[in-house]
């Protein structure tokens, strides 16, 4: 999955994938690629690496370096020579007048939205693909959703997206059930502004006086598993608390902080949320995907003891399953 992601960014935020072609900015675009894969793959594999010893803390500080160097070029490149891609770097260097951004900036910005979008993203379709294999009852009740939508439109690349985005509510409310209790960010640092108090207004109505310069750390597992908001099973994955009369209950999706509020909130929501459905619809429709117990275990332990594995994760840089190894799922075709 983490290739998955890091492979729809680098189009999305640089305009390369496999049928780039060979020109003039082959080499420093196979850099780029070269480099940021490197660079994710070291965080992926070894989250922890803050507490990491000086050899990987030398490595980590040599492939950052690394990424400046050839980000540089890159965005010099394409500032002096203009290219009618249609990506995030594009977008960044037609800006003009006083919103134009130094290449200091775009560099920054790019490496920012590559670095934020692509773990996140993946880790949150591996937990909704581990879930509904888990939970097969859901996993019908999602798939019933998706069969009706391609019952009357053909899954194929020219459906206008909007048709079928707005027409996945159960698979919608599968990935904020995902997010609510397997979010991969659990707590946001916040200061309140160095001049004055402010507050928070609570849902009872009442305000809550927040000192100048404070440091708040809002942990959205808490608010996220808390009963006077989400009931007594509240720990529970139930993807039908999302839905009222059929439709996404949009009262409960403002008490989702999964991708942060306010004005540091991420700008990669909708992105993130395109990415995963077309992802989960792409394999849903063909495929169905289960639990294989070992030799000696039925399905039923074998789900509980998946559950455990996945309630076990860590919150590193974002959330992550401590022994992903003891779940074994297999996709089957589905008839
Ligand atoms: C399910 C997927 C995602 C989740 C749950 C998520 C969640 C978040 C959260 C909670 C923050 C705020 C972090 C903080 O303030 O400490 C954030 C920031 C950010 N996200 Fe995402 N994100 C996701 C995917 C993406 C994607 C795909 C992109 C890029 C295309 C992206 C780009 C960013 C950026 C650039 C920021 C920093 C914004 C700022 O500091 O002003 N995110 N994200």
Redesign the pocket.
């Known amino acids: 999955m983490i290739r998955l992601s890091f492979t729809v960014?680098l189009k999305?935020c640089l305009g390369l994938d496999d049928n780039s072609g060979a020109d003039a900015a082959s080499p420093i675009n196979n850099a780029a690629k070269t480099h940021l894969e490197a660079f994710f793959n070291m965080i992926s594999r070894n989250p922890d690496i803050r507490r990491g010893g000086r050899k990987s803390l030398v490595s980590f500080h040599a492939s950052h370096q690394g990424i400046q160097s050839v980000m540089e070029s890159l965005v010099k490149y394409r500032r002096d020579h203009p290219s009618s891609k249609k990506d995030l770097l594009s977008s960044m260097l037609s800006s003009q007048d006083a919103h134009m951004l130094s290449n200091e900036e775009i560099e920054s910005n790019l490496f920012?939205?590559m670095f934020?979008?692509h773990e996140?993203?993946a880790n949150?379709l591996v937990y909704m693909i581990y879930l509904l294999a888990v939970f097969p009852e859901w996993q019908t009740w999602v798939v019933q959703e998706i069969d009706q939508i391609f019952s009357d439109v053909p899954l194929d690349n020219k459906m206008p997206y909007k048709d079928i985005f707005n027409r996945l509510t159960r698979l919608k409310a599968v990935m904020h059930e995902t997010?609510r209790l397997y979010?991969?960010?659990g707590n946001?640092?916040r200061r309140t502004s160095p001049d004055h108090d402010q507050t928070i207004s609570r849902i009872d109505g009442s305000e809550i006086l927040i000192p100048a310069n404070t440091l708040v750390n809002i942990i959205t597992t808490a608010l996220h598993t808390h009963p006077d908001y989400w009931g007594p099973e509240a720990l529970s994955w139930k993807p039908d608390r999302w839905l009222s009369s059929d439709e996404l209950d949009s009262e409960k999706v403002d008490h989702l902080f999964?991708?942060?509020e306010g004005p540091?909130?991420?700008?990669?929501?909708k992105?993130?949320q395109l990415?995963?459905l077309a992802v989960l619809v792409t394999l849903l429709h063909q495929s169905s995907v289960h639990i294989v117990p070992k030799p000696g275990v039925s399905l039923e332990e074998a789900q509980s003891e998946a559950l455990e594995v996945l309630q076990n994760s860590r919150s590193l840089l974002t959330l992550h399953i401590e022994q992903p190894q003891k779940i074994h799922v297999r996709w089957c075709p589905r008839i």
């Open positions: 960014l999305a920012l939205f934020a979008g996140t993203t949150t997010l979010g991969p960010v946001l640092l999964a991708w942060a540091r909130a991420c700008p990669g929501r992105f993130s990415g995963t």
